[in-house]
């Protein structure tokens, strides 16, 4: 199983609105054929195993089959996973997790049983569960999955107090947060970051030619003299602003629409600007199924407040700041107790040159 949730791991960003995963075939205790889910409209992850095991010359019939998520059973873009497994004639599954779709919740597990075929589920589990913590997202809200990315130094500043941030993370983070960029719909910063860094926000490793994802500001203040950001002069149809009710209806709005880029007035509440009006716009209209959330400390608490924050991504330089005046990675929440710390949970850890990173989700 731990083979196939690494071969899973391949396929992430590339399959929505499907989950990744990953499958091997083994025989007498040994993988002998694997696959996974590489892209939306692809073959799943158990049809590329057994396609694997066809040209190795291996018979599924002897092996068993140990696949992250529960095998589908419906049409879809391809055909149900349960029916290759059993024309197939394999005769154990092993399950990392089950289905999340109320919809189907069983019903792979359930119809290869009626078949004869001996299924356990829940191995692995909690490492199969993140896996699909977006398809969950997907499968249970209307909104897209939203990942915060922060670079910090070890004192937990990702600028300085003038807002100054080049160059907190390494050339390697850089480089994996361009990755990040590359599979998703949305990047977004808060008008702080978008007055102070006038950022790009797209994807720029060396090759790449596919589209760039939307620029979303979240900004109580609408700019004044658009043509003094870069996003707008590069390309102003791909930018959207979300900011108050009355700011949608200004001036400064209208300009900003004459340029091309879109103006979302959204509904206010206690914890400011309701995102999650924006979250389901996003996914709504403009089909996104992921948010990459990066410029802000007061951006990222407003996601975790409002109950957004679905991934936590940071890339930790070995570096310390010093100046309590710094920008905290998350500001604007007024805690006054330790009992008011949000938890997460570690989901992997590893390093970008010599960037500590960590990739966390909230505790449930």
């Known amino acids: 199983m731990d083979r196939a949730i690494a071969l899973a791991r391949r396929g992430e960003g590339r399959t929505a609105p499907n989950p990744c995963v990953g499958a091997v075939l083994v025989r007498d205790g040994v993988i002998v054929a694997e696959g996974w889910h590489t892209a939306w409209g692809r073959p799943h992850a158990e049809v590329e195993a057994l396609a694997d095991a066809c040209r190795k010359n291996v018979n599924p019939a002897d092996c068993a089959l140990f696949v992250t998520l529960e095998p589908c059973n419906h049409h879809g873009k391809t055909p149900p996973c349960t029916q290759a497994i059993l024309d197939a004639g394999v005769r154990e599954v092993t399950v990392g997790?089950?289905?999340?779709?109320?919809?189907?919740?069983?019903?792979g597990a359930d119809f290869l049983r009626s078949r004869g075929v001996a299924v356990r589920v829940g191995v692995r589990e909690r490492e199969c569960r993140d896996?699909?913590?977006?398809?969950?997202?997907?499968?249970?809200t209307d909104r897209p999955f939203s990942i915060v990315k922060l670079a910090t130094t070890l004192d937990g500043r990702i600028a300085a107090r003038t807002g100054q941030t080049a160059w907190i993370s390494g050339e390697a983070s850089r480089r994996e947060v361009h990755r990040l960029r590359s599979w998703c719909g949305a990047v977004m910063v808060g008008g702080e970051t978008f007055r102070t860094d006038n950022p790009r926000l797209t994807c720029r490793l060396p090759g790449y030619e596919g589209p760039q994802p939307l620029a979303v500001v979240v900004t109580r203040r609408l700019p004044e003299t658009p043509h003094d950001h870069i996003l707008?002069?590069?390309?102003?149809?791909?930018?959207?602003?979300?900011?108050?009710?009355?700011q949608a209806r200004s001036g400064r709005a209208t300009r900003l629409k004459?340029?091309?880029?879109?103006?979302?007035?959204?509904?206010?509440?206690?914890?400011g600007l309701d995102l999650a009006e924006g979250m389901h716009r996003l996914r709504r209209d403009r089909n996104t199924h992921y948010v990459l959330a990066e410029g802000g400390g007061r951006l990222a608490a407003s996601l975790r407040i409002q109950g957004l924050m679905d991934e936590l991504r940071i890339f930790q330089a070995m570096k310390i700041l010093g100046d309590e005046d710094g920008r905290p990675?998350?500001?604007?929440?007024?805690?006054?107790?330790?009992?008011?710390?949000?938890?997460?949970?570690?989901?992997?850890?590893?390093f970008h040159g010599t960037d500590l990173y960590l990739r966390l989700h909230p505790e449930e």
């Open 232 to 246: 707008l002069i590069e390309g102003a149809d791909r930018v959207i602003f979300w900011t108050s009710p009355d």
């Open 329 to 350: 990675a998350f500001a604007g929440r007024g805690a006054i107790s330790m009992e008011e710390c949000w938890s997460f949970r570690l989901v992997e850890q590893s």
């Open 97 to 107: 997790c089950a289905d999340p779709n109320p919809a189907v919740t069983g019903g």
């Open 131 to 140: 896996l699909i913590a977006d398809f969950r997202i997907w499968q249970t």
């Open 258 to 271: 004459e340029l091309g880029a879109a103006v979302w007035g959204l509904p206010e509440g206690g914890h």
